[in-house]
């Protein structure tokens, strides 16, 4: 049984289809990658498994347990964790805060007196794995870019995810960061985290993942081995827009992930 | 998996936490010796103010909720002390603390209602609901409509003694709420209750329950503003609707909270003070005692945007709620861990 089945997910806003008939799985300790070009509907796909948008329809189940009617902080709880495309640290606290946080609320597994000194080693646990623990004392808010995301990463680290949810960790970051990032997400998933990976920066996501999908217009146009759908006639045409035919009106419209810029 | 050193506070904070104690010990001890009878009853109103602008601090500055409707709580609270008092019969110092519970009561139904708006539409809304509970308790019978009603459970007690009491009343009581305070925000709930004022999407990422978290805080924040309002209608011995439920509470609340420094414990002590002292000294001037209050204000947020407390003490805290986390020492000796 796959870890997240997502079945038949739809959501539109207003006239702009960004969910249709959506439907994938994602194994346990696999790297899913999800491209697509800009307002495809990746990030709201991603809102729809994290729990923080409500599809129109469609299922998702996480290791057999319906969870479409779950909040957010519930499928926290039940191990699904997400970055955000653009970072949202707590800005008035430090950094081990921010990451304290996801430990000892989502990432509880202990109770009683023992309950915070389980949650402290482990919100360091995620600073060390992140490389972060200089900055342990820095106010969030005051961090650099690069710093932001892996911060966005440790956080979510920090629950102890079955399911990692990335969205565009890799953009803005320059050249000569990107293989920190890079290596981060493949260390997680070669412990055995499953993740899924929204990137427009090709070269790293294809060094990572096992598997790729593509979005466009909110349907899913071809899934598989990453090269194959790299090179499959219908990814080059949503990304070179030769022959498309648009599914949705000729106006570009507002787009989800243009909108959360 | 070890985990961090992690410290909460510095030796400063203790420092500062037995200052506080020993200036607590002579409010006790010292200071209902020293001073005249009618000097009482305005030091209870002070106490009252730490109470209000603490409760509304956790509000706003630890809940992101501005509300402008505090005011009917302290309404709230005030009436139903006066009615547990004089027509139940409680003893009046369990009378105050069923009005709390009381008032806490009454902000769980209410908090359905005012949640559903968002920031601005809340702070009307609240203002809206506030009137709402001063035009029902006009119209409710035995409450004394539009003149009130007035205190009668102390007839036959000692002024002295009953001055001596609400002093010493309002005293813990103030301390309890500020170290309640301080022990919440001080806890994994209080951690929780921070990341929600700061980005509430990214909290409920993490697991926070963002729904529950707001409604305790309202809750407890409004069960604080009517045990003030209970302490002041023991103070003064009455209550009017116009005066219990006037919206000049929740601006005193504001001016305490924000002026004193919004987001810490210790900037509601200061900004109380402040506000009690121009209240004490003003209060001749007539409207001018408002002027000066609202050019206080704007002094205040424009020019220490972290208000008075953050200006004095920058980042220092008498009540350390904030973690300092560094790698585990394992040679040599490990420093003694203030605080924790």
Redesign the interface.
């Known amino acids: 049984m796959p870890l997240l089945q997502v079945a038949g997910v739809a959501k539109r806003f207003g006239r702009v289809v960004t969910a249709r008939d959506v439907s994938f799985d994602v194994a346990a300790g696999e790297a899913l990658g999800l491209v697509g070009p800009n307002g495809a509907g990746k990030t709201t796909l991603l809102d729809i498994v ?1 729990g ?1 948008q409500r599809a129109d329809a469609g299922r998702v189940v996480l290791d057999g347990h319906d969870v479409t009617r779950l ?3 519930a499928r ?2 039940r191990g699904v ?2 970055s ?1 495309q653009v970072p ?7 950094v ?2 921010n990451v ?3 430990a ?5 597994k202990h109770t009683g007196r023992t ?11 995620a600073l060390e794995v992140a490389g972060m ?1 200089e900055a ?2 820095t106010p969030s808010g005051s961090l650099r870019l690069l710093d932001r995301k892996r911060l966005e990463v440790a ?2 680290l ?2 102890g995810p079955r399911l990692l949810l990335l969205d565009e960790i890799a953009g803005g970051l320059s050249e000569s960061e990107l293989p920190q990032i890079v290596s981060l997400v493949r260390h997680l998933r070669d412990d055995g985290v499953a993740v899924v990976w929204i990137e427009h920066v090709l070269h790293a996501l294809l060094d990572v993942v096992d598997r790729l999908l593509c979005l466009a217009a909110g349907e899913v146009i071809a899934q598989g081995d990453p090269h194959e759908v790299i090179r499959s006639p219908e990814v080059a045409e949503v990304y070179l827009g030769s022959t498309v035919e648009s599914t949705r009106d000729p106006s570009p419209g507002p787009t989800s992930e243009g909108e959360r810029a | 998996m070890s985990g961090p050193d992690v410290t909460r506070g510095s030796r400063g904070s203790l420092i500062g936490g037995g200052a506080l104690l020993l200036v607590v010990a002579l409010l006790a001890a010292v200071v209902p010796y020293v001073v005249t009878l009618g000097a009482l009853p305005s030091l209870v109103m002070l106490f009252a103010l730490v109470i209000l602008g603490t409760t509304w601090n956790l509000l706003a500055g630890y809940g992101g909720m501005v509300s402008v409707g505090q005011q009917a709580y302290v309404g709230v609270g005030g009436y139903a002390l006066i009615q547990l008092a004089d027509a139940v019969g409680a003893p009046p110092w369990a009378a105050v603390l069923a009005a709390g519970l009381i008032g806490g009561l009454i902000a769980v139904p209410t908090s359905y209602l005012v949640f559903r708006l968002a920031g601005g539409y809340f702070a009307i809304g609240t203002w809206v609901v506030a009137e709402v509970f001063r035009l029902v308790t006009m119209q409710a019978d035995g409450l004394g409509g539009g003149s009130g009603l007035s205190l009668t459970a102390f007839r036959g007690t000692d002024r002295v003694e009953r001055v001596a009491f609400v002093y010493w009343f309002a005293l813990a009581l103030m301390v309890a709420v500020v170290l309640g305070t301080y022990l919440l925000m001080r806890s994994r709930v209080g951690l929780g209750l921070t990341a929600i004022r700061d980005d509430r999407v990214a909290a409920s990422s993490l697991g926070v329950a963002v729904d529950r978290g707001r409604r305790l805080v309202y809750v407890a924040g409004s069960a604080g503003a009517a045990l003030a309002g209970a302490l002041i209608a023991l103070n003064t011995l009455g209550v009017t609707p116009g005066s219990i439920y006037s919206v000049n509470w929740t601006a005193a609340m504001i001016f305490i909270a924000v002026v004193g420094g919004l987001g810490t414990i210790e900037g509601p002590l200061v900004g109380a003070i402040l506000y009690w002292v121009l209240q004490q000294t003003l209060a001749p001037l007539g409207t001018w005692y408002l002027v000066v209050l609202g050019a206080v204000a704007v002094a205040v947020v424009l020019l220490a945007p972290r208000g008075l407390w953050g200006l004095l003490a920058g980042r220092f805290q008498l009540f350390p709620t904030t973690y300092r986390a560094h790698p585990v020492v394992v040679s040599g000796t490990v420093a003694p861990q203030p605080g924790r």
């Open positions: 994290a923080t909040g957010a902080a926290a709880g964790a997400r955000y949202r640290p707590f800005a008035e606290l430090t081990y805060e304290l946080v996801g000892s609320f989502a990432g509880r309950a915070s000194r389980h949650s402290r080693a482990q919100a360091w646990h623990t342990a004392n956080r979510a920090a629950t």
